[in-house]
């Protein structure tokens, strides 16, 4: 129902009749929806304490709520009794009208929103600086931006290894030990899949990295895009995408959690501009670094990197973008 300036001047009136005493209002506004009125309003005058709830109460989606709750109390009173009857509330569940809360994120449709994710899983992997069965220490997330190239972070692949490069990355022999599983996920029976697994290049691995952005491009010793996913359909690769936040967004992160099988994690963003980064709230652990940070749209928007005091930031592929293209390492991709 459309609430505007003569409907919201009825109900203004309505619980000023019902409820003419400060008193009264505080009461019922407590006892209706559990909030003080002094969190509400610090207005003394009966018209803009009124006027300041129905405001509040409306912004929350509660006006329904409210209005139900003053009706009950006060059932002699006609006006608010009215009111109540223009909404056809007495006997519903309440409600308020739908809203668009967040602008700039669609709606999607479920059947092709599946269909796509259940593609773009198959481009996650885990990065195995070891075997599990030693531990999973070092163990991280990338994912594939071309038929034989992963991205993760620039942290994963230069610690905990001794002896180091002269660059800060691990040795060639450390690579040479590396795996790069994909596919690695419980099943809808709830069994755990081994996964398929492939090695770092030989030589020449490394093809891109930046520590101040946390990432790195890593060359597959052979084309991850040519290796069946487990339906027999083609693996895909992830194609990189700048993008604009807003506070209050939808982020989905895809990653292995303490090197567990993938999962996905859902969250908010909080900071949209942190620095070169995006911080938000979705839950990450041990494990996440190098995890593709997606939006509903499953957009690849940023790269996850760390944890904050008491949420998680991701580096803003925007950033990345400009840096490859500036060294001209945007070639690796499969489409810059």
């Not at 030589?203 to 996913?229: M, P, V």
Request: glycine share 8%; net charge negative.
């Amino acid at each position: 129902m459309l609430i505007d300036g003569p409907f919201r001047k009825e109900i203004r009136l309505a619980l000023l009749e019902a409820f003419p005493l400060l008193s009264e209002l505080k009461l019922v506004v407590e006892e209706t929806i559990g909030e003080p009125l002094q969190n509400i309003t610090m207005a003394n005058d009966m018209p803009t304490v009124a006027f300041d709830l129905i405001g509040w109460a409306k912004a929350r989606g509660r006006l329904a709520e409210l209005i139900i709750g003053a009706s009950a109390e006060r059932p002699k009173a006609p006006k608010l009794r009215g009111v109540a009857d223009r909404f056809n509330l007495v006997d519903t569940t309440p409600g308020e009208e739908e809203r668009i809360v967040v602008q700039g994120v669609p709606f999607e449709n479920a059947g092709v929103w599946l269909d796509q994710f259940a593609r773009l899983r198959r481009a996650v992997c885990r990065f195995e600086p070891q075997p599990q069965i030693e531990t999973i220490e070092g163990f991280g997330s990338a994912f594939l931006v071309g038929p034989d190239v992963i991205m993760t972070n620039h942290h994963v692949i230069s610690r905990p290894f001794p002896p180091l490069a002269s660059n800060g990355l691990m040795s060639d022999a450390e690579a040479a030990k590396a795996v790069i599983r994909f596919d690695y996920e419980v099943d809808l029976s709830g069994n755990v899949q081994s996964g398929r697994e492939v090695k770092l290049a030989a030589a020449g691995w490394c093809l891109a990295e930046n520590k101040t952005l946390d990432y790195a491009l890593l060359r597959l010793a052979q084309r991850a895009s040519d290796i069946s996913a487990p339906s027999g359909a083609a693996r895909p690769y992830i194609k990189l995408s700048p993008h604009n936040f807003v506070i209050g967004e939808p982020v989905v992160v895809v990653q292995h959690p303490m090197a567990k099988p993938l999962k996905l994690a859902f969250g908010t963003v909080v900071i949209p501009t942190d620095g070169d980064g995006v911080t938000y709230n979705a839950n990450t652990e041990g494990g996440s670094s190098g995890s593709p940070c997606m939006t509903t749209a499953l957009e690849t928007v940023a790269l996850h990197h760390q944890g904050k005091t008491s949420t998680n930031r991701a580096v803003r592929m925007s950033k990345i973008l400009d840096h490859l293209r500036v060294t001209g390492n945007d070639r690796f991709l499969a489409e810059a």
